[in-house]
RNA sequence: GGAGAAAUACCCAAGUUGGCUGAAGGGGCUCCCCUGCUAAGGGAGUAGGCGGCUCAUGGCCGCGCGAGGGUUCGAAUCCCUCUUUCUCCGCCA
């Protein structure tokens, strides 16, 4: 959520840099009017209840003396009937205000790079060597089905499509790399582990920008009032709502494994097969709470430390700065590591790292003292994939593979695997 | 899932025949006084928060006693709904 304040001051500046997001903005048109409106209804219906508030008292003062007081209460039941009108019209403004606030993305930080689409990502960085292999390298899903890892036939059976059982070392692989990539964080990195619930309220889901916007692409329960979770950012993000932490224990830092669930509306016929796109995968989610200044540095140490996992895991990967046109509903700014896939013989998403600034610390109202008496302010949030797994999992049979049909175990998950150096 | 109890400020806690209680009292904390130091003692302060107005920046106003509604001229106090916590029972990994 933007600040209103910041809105009314700045208005055309803020629209020109949402302009840049290729987003549909014109109800940020309706802004002003319904801000004005709301403050003069405010006004209007305060002025009104300080008259009924002092009347009231004069009421109690007569009463207790045996005064009459029947002319008051007379004029107080009118003055009522403004106030239940006046009241009744601030909330209707008051909703459609929030419904327009809570569907503005968030304004691009001016180091983003402009583009319309991914095309216009910029690469930043490239870490590893592309391998080479002297046959052809085969997709991670034929690689998985031979070595029987895999079974999406049985989940199509049992599910449905876009779900798979992995069994045997396939799952003991998703096993290892969620311990291996919570290992790092919480030993080296120094985050918290945390295991969140994987259902949420809608509230969290407002919180973290996923809703109301994004209905769609969400797993709700029927029959009640939970929402299966996206990503662990969800929860762990409102672990704070309606807190107000204190400054000196900032940075806050966890790092979460969670299932993830989306239901990929807009995704029919893309990445039909394999790992990359499925309606349920695990990943080790890292989320920080930061001090306002200190934001963008925090979001270079937290896309390092997601690089760090593919970087031990020996996977080429790239790092791109997503443009104002790709970015998305709720960050500020956004980095993604993109995995090398020989098979596809191309780079695939494995990690997106953003600082959303206050935009979820509005919504989920997540607040910090500086001293113990400050005024609080709000908290700037940030998170990243470190990594999903599904994914790693592809990137590591494809990036590993022999000749022979066997993938060789990276070296720092054969301990989590009883030693093994292959999958066979 | 069933039955019961509770929710008031940093903590404990009074207040439920509706009106000088936006909230007693105690603890804690901050400042001051006193004592050579410490302890003890005396005094003062301690509702944050959100929103609006005004900007002399210091004020004024509205909301606010778990949350949301309702009754009333007036609600911490009465009514309804919800949430959370605790106890007992049931069920379960």
Known sequence: MLDVKLLRT??????????????????????PE????????????????????????EVGR??????????????????????????????????????LLLRLPNIPHPSVPLGDSEEDNQVIRSWGEVPHFSFEPKPHWQLAEELDILD????????????????????????????????????????????PPFLVHRHSMIGTGQLPKFEEDAFKVE?????????AEVPVTNYFRDQILDGSQLPITFAAYSACFRSEAGAAGRDTRGLIRLHQFNKVEL??????????????????????????????????????????????????LEVWLPAANTY???????????????????????????????????????????RTVAAILENYQEPD???????????????????E
């Not at 209840?49 to 002092?54: D, E, G, M, P, S």
């Not at 009640?224 to 990503?231: A, K």
């Not at 609080?376 to 949030?381: A, F, G, K, L, N």
């Not at 998950?413 to 009883?418: K, T, V």
């Open 10 to 31: 700045h208005f055309e500046e803020i629209r020109k840099r949402l302009e840049t997001k290729g987003e549909d903005i014109s109800d940020l048109d309706r802004f």
């Open 152 to 195: 999406w036939e049985a989940a199509g059976r049992v599910t449905g499509t876009r779900f798979v059982f992995s069994k045997g070392l396939g799952a003991r692989l998703e096993r290892a790399l969620i311990n291996f990539m919570l290992d790092v964080h919480v030993d080296e990195h120094g985050y918290q582990e945390m295991w």
């Open 62 to 99: 007569r009463k207790r003396n045996q005064e009459d007081a029947s002319q008051l209460v007379e004029e107080m039941r009118q003055v009522n009937e403004q106030i239940k009108k006046l009241d009744e019209a601030l909330r209707q403004c008051e909703a459609e205000l929030n419904a």
């Open 223 to 231: 029959g009640e009032p939970y929402y299966l979770i996206p990503t």
């Open 34 to 57: 319904l801000d004005q409106k709301r403050r003069q209804l405010l006004q209007e219906v305060e002025e009104l209840k300080n008259r009924r508030n002092v009347v009231s008292q």
């Open 287 to 336: 989320v920080r709470f930061v001090k306002p200044e200190e934001s963008y540095e925090q979001l270079e140490i937290l896309t390092q430390q997601a690089e760090k996992i593919l970087q031990l895991l020996n996977l080429p990967y790239r790092v791109t700065a997503i443009c104002t046109g790709d970015l998305g509903f709720a960050a500020a700014k956004k980095y993604d």
């Open 348 to 390: 695939r998403e494995i990690s997106s790292c953003s600082n959303f600034e206050d935009f979820q610390a509005r919504r989920a109202n997540i607040r910090f003292r500086r001293e113990p008496k400050a005024k609080p302010e709000y908290v700037h949030t940030l998170n990243g994939s470190g990594l999903a797994i599904g």
């Open 405 to 423: 049909g066997r993938v060789r175990i990276p070296e720092v998950l054969q301990p989590y695997l009883g030693g093994r150096l292959y999958l």
